[in-house]
């Protein structure tokens, strides 16, 4: 449990017991937290030496109480899987924290970014698309939007003189046009390969704008005294709430639409995978469009949506620190 890459290949390929005919389901479910239960009072020791507040380590490690409840909330016999005993793994190696109503997840590289992100002498940003395969309307060619005749390939190349890449619209699109940037203007702060703050976005309500200023807030203060070997110059967050088709059906005071706006938008990633889990809590590929739930506003809008040929793709985003910074 101590080393997170060995660990993830044991879990990839465990096989749990599972309860015979008549037999209580309850212990079986559980059987993999019993696995995590002593090593959490190292991780509460390792995060309260970075100097991270008690409160928001027990807010962190409530992760477990989630994971948990959510099984109840179906109906289900409480459990902890094996996708549960995965992911929590981040928490017990203390690279997530829940700080206020977002979790922030310190990484080594810009998980799903296909950009780089170039910085001017004067503080102004550009995103650039540096690989990929795009369709005409400047999302990512996935398994899920598979290749058409008008696809283009993202070029890049850095000259003596300076940088060129597709161009991405303020709306996330990658266009077939290039830019150059001179490099003796620009200057590429990071990319696809660069360290990050990632942000998740958990379940539950209060996405206010108020709510995402003050974790964004606190985030950046734990970034620079907690973790300060880390060298993040970015927060990224992929997520299906970053799509910006969303500005389309969605009033212009809508939570998503505010958080959206904390962040300057790159390229998508997959497509409709993500929106089946978090929005409709369905495995993707298993339920027909027709059969979605319509619970939610939300629900229904995204269906309506999708059953017009449309996809929901997770979209990247970054704020950089500085903009944090100033911010204060």
Known sequence: MSDFDLIQEDIATLKLPAAREGEGKLGYGLMPLVACVPHIAAVI????????????IYATLGYFDRAIKASLEKGETPSFGKGQLSWCQHYLHGVILRIGRLEFHWIDDMYGGNFGVYRSKEGKYRLLAERGAYHKN???????????????????????ACFEGNIISEAGLVLPETAKLPNDKWERVAGYESPVVTVHIPAGPGLSRENIDASFRDALAVHKRAFPESGARLFHCHSWLLDTQHRAYLPPDSNILAFQSKFLHGTTNTCDNCVFNFLFSVVPGKTALCDLPEDSSMQRIVKRYMMEGNHIYEQNGIVPTEWLAREK
Do not use: C, S, W
Not at 138 to 160: H, I, M, Q, S, W
């Open 45 to 56: 020791d390792a995060l309260h030496a970075r100097g991270v507040e008690k409160d928001m």
């Open 138 to 160: 400047g999302r990512l060619v996935t398994a899920n939007a598979p290749a058409e005749a008008d696809d283009f390939n993202a070029v890049f190349r850095e000259t003596d």
